[in-house]
Structure formats: structure tokens, C-alpha cells
């Protein structure tokens, strides 16, 4: 297998919700429809630097989009998709102006109002996508007043892989590799851990 140059990411404290990638696996085995990398008891900061040394460092993006809670998730692909505002249309903006309301107040009329919003058009954006993500963070899929139809926890990382993958698609090829570095530093800090 080749590996790819690069500076490892991560240098600080974080609190990660799972101890090894073998460990998210087991709470979210859908992530191995999604990564054709080999899930390990490696622990998560040295199998996130594998990933981005890898020929398919992208599955460091995807490996990232299930690492994080739901709220964080959101927001990390909020900033990613912000940092490249040439992929962005208008409509990734509205889409991203209704996933950052939810992120700065999580409650369920937010998250109806960015799923409702994201399900109605029919090509999916990044933008889209990352108020998808919002949506499908939890509780049920459909508003109150209806049978509750609860929301699977593979669908948030799926939504906010998919925008942050789509985005980088407009990343020339020289600039790919720090890129993919640069959007999972962004992810790390949202792991550190914070002073008591």
C-alpha cells in the first residue's frame, strides 16, 4: 500500500466518545458500508493519521463524520463548506443559515424547520446536505403530531460525510491533501478537551 506524505494532525488533548475505531464500529457498524478501510484497536488519533496517509485519505473525512456527536458533526461541516465558499451556491447558504440556528439551539422545531426545508429539494447540495444532517440528528423523523418514527444514528454522519466529500470535489487535485489535513485538524478541535 502507498502512503501519502503529510504532518500527522492532532496535537492537543482530546476527549473522544469511542476509545479505537473498533470501538465506533461496534456502536455504529454502518460505518463499514461507507469505509473500505480495515476498522482496528488502534486508537482513534493514530487510525485518523493512518486514514489521511493513506492512498484514500478522504476516509479520514468519513471516519471523522461518525467520530463526532451529532451537533458537533453538523457544525464541523458547516465550517468545512464555509472555508470553500467557491463550491457554494446560494442554496447551500440558506441550507447552512438553517443548520447553524440548529446548532446554536438544538431543540426540535429548529430541527424540523432544516429537515423539512433540506428534504424538499430534489438535488441534494453540500449545503443540503449538512442541514440533512441536522435534521436527521435525533429523535423522530417526522414532526410532533404523527407516529414518532425514530431517526437512525448512521443518518447524521452519512448527510455530513456526503457535504464535506461533495465540496471537496471542487479542490483541485494539488491542493486535495491539505485540504483533507486542514478539514480534520478542524474536527479534532472539536474534540479537545476542555479545562474543568
Not at 465506533?24 to 482513534?44: C, F, G, N, R, V
Not at 439551539?105 to 424547520?113: G, L, S
Request: aromatic share 10%; proline share 5%; hydrophobic share 45%.
Amino acid at each position: 500500500m502507498t502512503t501519502v506524505n503529510h504532518k500527522p494532525v492532532g496535537e492537543g488533548r482530546y476527549q473522544f466518545r469511542f476509545a479505537t475505531a473498533q470501538d465506533l464500529y461496534q456502536h455504529i457498524p454502518e460505518i463499514s458500508d461507507d469505509m473500505t478501510a480495515k476498522l482496528d484497536d488502534k486508537a482513534i488519533l493514530d487510525y485518523v493519521n493512518q486514514l489521511i496517509g493513506s492512498p484514500t485519505a478522504e476516509e479520514a473525512i468519513t471516519f471523522c463524520s461518525y467520530l463526532l456527536p451529532a451537533r458537533e458533526a453538523v457544525w464541523w461541516a458547516y465550517q468545512c463548506l464555509k472555508s470553500l465558499p467557491d463550491g457554494l451556491t446560494d442554496l447551500d447558504y440558506e441550507m447552512l443559515d438553517l443548520a447553524e440556528i440548529w446548532v446554536r439551539n438544538p431543540d426540535d422545531v429548529i430541527r424540523y424547520k432544516a429537515l423539512n426545508a433540506a428534504i424538499t429539494v430534489e438535488a441534494k447540495s453540500p449545503g443540503t446536505w449538512v442541514a440533512l444532517g441536522a435534521g436527521w440528528s435525533g429523535g423522530s423523523m417526522v414532526e410532533a403530531g404523527a407516529v414518532d418514527v425514530e431517526t437512525p444514528s448512521y443518518l447524521t454522519p452519512r448527510a455530513v460525510n456526503a457535504a464535506i466529500l461533495s465540496v471537496l470535489a471542487v479542490v483541485n487535485a494539488a491542493d486535495r491533501q491539505e485540504t483533507i489535513e486542514q478539514f480534520v485538524g478542524y474536527a479534532l478541535r472539536l474534540s479537545e478537551a476542555r479545562p474543568s
